[in-house]
């Protein structure tokens, strides 16, 4: 947590429109605060962070322990900006995530002669937010695809045509599970504003336009979950979710006899995905271990080993899977890796041999003011930071007032790419984050509804 030195003076200029947004990780619950800069960046105010107890898997599994964490990391932002919190722009994610591509066909009177304008292409897809989905609801829907009489198109609007064929991808959750987020929330005196698939939003923060648009595919290395997300000519065009994140490396660590906490200071400060690159001379000493009366010695390639093995088989080798199952194998240009498990040392040479792809890590800063924080400049905070740009650009007035110079606001100001993300698409429309999240709000009224009235069986 670090408080900024400066806000805006707000005696003198408009009051910026504060947005909040809650990642609730299974490592970490992460809340931050921002606004809309008229530049089209956002400002990051400040940010509050505690630990996940309640969490398994990106599900949550223990209310209680979820709310005390949510609290903390709320009071912790309020003290570190002054700011009172009360609606969040809340994030989604959990092996309960599941995706289908459905079509859907639509016959135009006299559409050779009319054109196809925003507003029908927007029915179409609500029509598809209404598809029935077995013991789930429809947390999203992508457009893919149109075929507008024979001929394939990313874009409708403008065109003419009478026969339409739409593609599109939808993202389900459970709805028990779906409901707890909420619950946590809300008990949490706390309102939800939105709910947003957290796969979306990492990539919002780490990947460009350019990318998005050449092909790409993003590897969220969560510490429950690992997160693939596929992009094409601009949009989403393949999501899966991999219930194995980077917890399961550091219990294999903790197997070898010491805590949690230490086996996870050892993978960051010590491990290797790369055996080759690790020190078989060297050994790593575990002092007055809990689980035994004598030091621990763990040696570097022994470690690197371990790591190694569990990685490439349960992480990346199912990623290689779901992306030839999803016929864009040929179409990816980079990997994008993120999450928690990018800081795992030689990931990305280990990534590029699996995938056979080149791979970056992603960083999060697209979109961003060059004064954001540089300890949040860090894959961990992927997610948290994208939930915020979203939040901001679906939510925030721009702030037209001038922020008050301070070169030392920060520890230290790291530059960032001036390209900006996914929120207005060429013509000046709403881009594909706000289209998505529209059809998200009958979900969270839904839920919200369901707990007021009170029909939550067993989230109690």
């Not at 559409?111 to 507003?119: D, L, S």
């Not at 706390?190 to 780490?206: H, T």
């Not at 040929?330 to 990018?342: E, F, K, L, Q, Y």
């Not at 369901?450 to 109690?460: I, K, Q």
Request: aromatic letters at 6%; a negative charge; glycine letters at 8%.
């Amino acid at each position: 947590m670090k408080k900024r030195k400066n806000q805006p003076e707000t005696d003198e200029v408009q009051e910026p429109k504060y947005v909040y947004s809650l990642d609730i990780g299974t490592t970490k619950i992460v809340m931050t605060s921002g606004y809309l800069c008229s530049d089209g960046k956002v400002e990051v105010c400040g940010y509050g962070q505690a630990p996940s107890t309640g969490v398994q898997y990106g599900m949550v599994i223990n209310l209680q322990d979820t709310i005390d964490g949510i609290q903390i990391a709320k009071k912790q932002l309020e003290e570190a900006t002054g700011q009172q919190v009360d609606e969040v722009f809340v994030g989604i994610a959990g092996r309960h995530i599941k995706s289908v591509t459905c079509s859907h066909s639509v016959t135009r009177i006299n559409g050779r002669q009319q054109i196809i304008k925003k507003e029908e292409v927007s029915k179409w897809t609500s029509d598809m937010e209404q598809y029935e989905i077995n013991s789930g609801s429809v947390i999203a829907v992508i457009p893919q695809n149109y075929c507008i009489d024979g001929t394939d198109t990313t874009r409708a609007d403008g065109m003419v045509g009478q026969n339409i064929v739409a593609t599109y991808q939808l993202i389900t959750g459970d709805d028990f599970e779906i409901r707890k987020i909420v619950k946590s929330v809300t008990d949490s005196n706390l309102r939800m504003q939105k709910l947003m698939l957290e796969p979306l939003a990492s990539s919002v923060a780490c990947l460009s336009e350019e990318e998005k648009h050449n092909g790409v595919a993003m590897i969220d290395i969560g510490g429950g979950t690992t997160d693939l997300i596929i992009y094409k000519k601009g949009v989403p065009v393949y999501l899966r979710v991999i219930p194995i994140g980077g917890q399961v490396v550091t219990k294999d660590i903790q197997a070898l006899g010491m805590t949690y906490e230490e086996a996870e200071q050892i993978k960051i400060e010590y491990g290797s995905c790369v055996p080759e690159k690790a020190d078989k001379n060297h050994f790593i000493t575990v002092r007055n271990s809990v689980y035994f009366a004598r030091n621990v010695k763990i040696n570097e390639r022994d470690l690197a080993l371990v790591i190694n093995a569990r990685v490439k088989r349960d992480i990346l080798e199912p990623v290689k899977l779901e992306i030839e199952k999803s016929g864009f194998m040929n179409d990816i240009i980079c990997v994008v890796i993120t999450g928690g498990g990018a800081r795992l040392n030689d990931i990305k040479s280990l990534s590029e041999f699996v995938l056979e792809k080149r791979v970056r890590i992603g960083i999060p800063g697209f979109g961003f003011t060059q004064t954001l924080e540089p300890a949040l400049r860090d894959p961990i905070y992927s997610t948290a930071l994208g939930l915020l740009s979203s939040a901001c650009r679906y939510h925030g007035k721009p702030y037209e007032g001038n922020p008050v110079k301070d070169d030392n606001r920060w520890e230290e100001v790291v530059s960032t790419s001036d390209e900006e993300s996914n929120d207005v698409d060429d013509d000046g429309s709403p881009g594909l984050i706000p289209s998505i999240m529209s059809g998200i709000d009958r979900l969270v009224k839904k839920m919200m509804k369901s707990l007021s009235d009170g029909s939550n069986e067993g989230v109690d």
